[in-house]
């Protein structure tokens, strides 16, 4: 049992961190308040080779793990990127893995190398408005026509779909059969053709840098070879991303918590009340030194699940786990680095208002709470589906 990362997961932190330095905390206040993606550091770290870290090296990749992409993950976010810059990345890292794993190898030679240099942005879509995490009853229509499929639909919550050139899109080839409920869907990636896809921006909490959107679509035509896979197999194959995802959300929420962290016992340290610093009273050093311990074990939950995972072990309530107390851990640093700063708390100028306002949606995105410990309750735990 070996807890040390390796010389060459170091040299990708300090790589990492190198290029998030190009990015200040001013930088990211001025995305937050006016929003507008951040090509730029979408840009650097496309430069820098970054975007395609757990693609396959043949395809210009670096075909490293999704531990290696979850250190790099957790080092943006931890740089006071948070998840404004993690979430400008994080679907290069793990959005194509279906194709990686499914695609042929035409599709993995077209798709693939334009993601990684850059040159492509790409979104996901698979939820919808009134079906939410309920993947199987998607309503999103693909009807084949000849050499097409003519899609008509909605998909919400879809981000960065105001930049995106192709959309990963999951929708319905046919009715839904009780006796099969995961068949019936197939898996797309195709261009997002505006003229039949209006995309309409949702105003949010937090991260406003990174769009989130509503999708409408009508009349979108797919060639049949933008088609993964066999038709009506598409749930099974965008299960490969998600464990990945839930992993890289979980490195991200402990890098989020760990800069709010810095930032509350720097500010503890100095700020004077009563002719001492804050710091010194337990009521304040206490609820510091808990967080910590929450975003280590949290890390650890992370690292395991992403180690799984590279092994080709199961990792379903491991990366769903490391997702839940990542989540909650970051979001606890969050809110303790507020009541830290006191009135200044609620100042922008403190930053850390703002990573309070995005470590929420590691908690609630891309799986609730709830969800996730009622899949380990059935599934660790042996109890009855509840769901």
Same mark, same amino acid.
């Given at each position: ?12 932190e300090?790589a ?7 990015f200040?905390?001013d ?17 650097a ?14 395809? $210009? ?66 939820t ?24 008509? $639909?909605q ?13 990963l ?12 409920p995961?068949r $019936? ?8 053709d ?54 890289l ?34 009521g ?40 839940y107390f990542? $989540? ?31 470590a ?8 609730s709470?709830q ?7 059935e ?8 769901y």
């Amino acid at each position: 049992m070996d807890f040390a990362p390796t010389d060459d997961q170091l040299e990708i932190e300090r790589a990492v961190e190198s290029i998030c330095t190009r990015f200040d905390d001013d930088y990211w206040r001025t995305r937050d308040r006016d929003g507008g993606f951040p090509h730029d550091f979408h840009a650097a770290f496309a430069e820098a080779g970054w975007l395609g870290i757990a693609m396959p090296a043949e395809y $210009g990749g670096a075909g490293l793990g999704i531990t290696e992409a979850a250190l790099m993950m957790r080092t943006i976010s931890a740089s006071g990127a948070g998840m404004s810059g993690a979430s400008a990345i994080h679907m290069n890292i793990f959005g194509l893995h279906p194709v990686v794993i499914n695609g042929t190898p035409e599709q993995k030679a077209r798709w693939l190398p334009p993601l990684i240099a850059g040159t492509h942005k790409a979104c996901f879509g698979v939820t919808e408005p009134n079906t939410g995490l309920n993947t199987l009853r998607l309503k999103t229509r693909a009807v084949r026509q000849g050499d097409r499929y003519v899609v008509d $639909g909605q998909k919400v919550w879809i981000s960065t779909a105001q930049v995106a050139d192709k959309i990963l899109l999951l929708a319905r080839t046919a009715d839904p059969d009780p006796k099969a409920p995961s068949r $019936g869907l197939s898996l797309f990636y195709t261009d997002l053709d505006r003229s039949k896809v209006e995309v309409r921006e949702i105003d949010k909490h937090g991260r406003k840098a990174v769009d989130s959107n509503q999708l409408f679509i009508d009349g979108l035509e797919i060639p049949v070879e933008d088609r993964i896979g066999e038709e009506g197999r598409g749930f099974e194959y965008i299960l490969h991303g998600m464990n990945p995802e839930r992993v890289l959300i979980a490195a991200e929420a402990v890098g989020l918590g760990r800069v709010a962290l810095k930032r509350a016992a720097r500010y503890a340290n100095e700020r004077i009340v009563f002719d001492r610093p804050i710091g010194k009273n337990q009521g304040v050093q206490h609820p510091l030194a808990e967080r910590w311990i929450e975003l280590e074990a949290a890390d650890l939950l992370t690292m395991r699940a992403a180690w799984l995972y590279d092994q080709g072990k199961p990792c379903g309530a491991e990366a769903n786990a490391a997702k839940y107390f990542a $989540g909650e851990a970051g979001f606890k640093a969050c809110e303790t680095a507020v009541l830290t700063h006191g009135g200044m708390g609620y100042s922008r100028e403190y930053h850390v208002e703002r990573y309070l306002r995005e470590a929420m949606l590691t908690r609630i995105a891309p799986i609730s709470p709830q969800l996730i410990l009622s899949f380990i309750a059935e599934k660790v735990l042996g109890q009855p589906k509840s769901y």
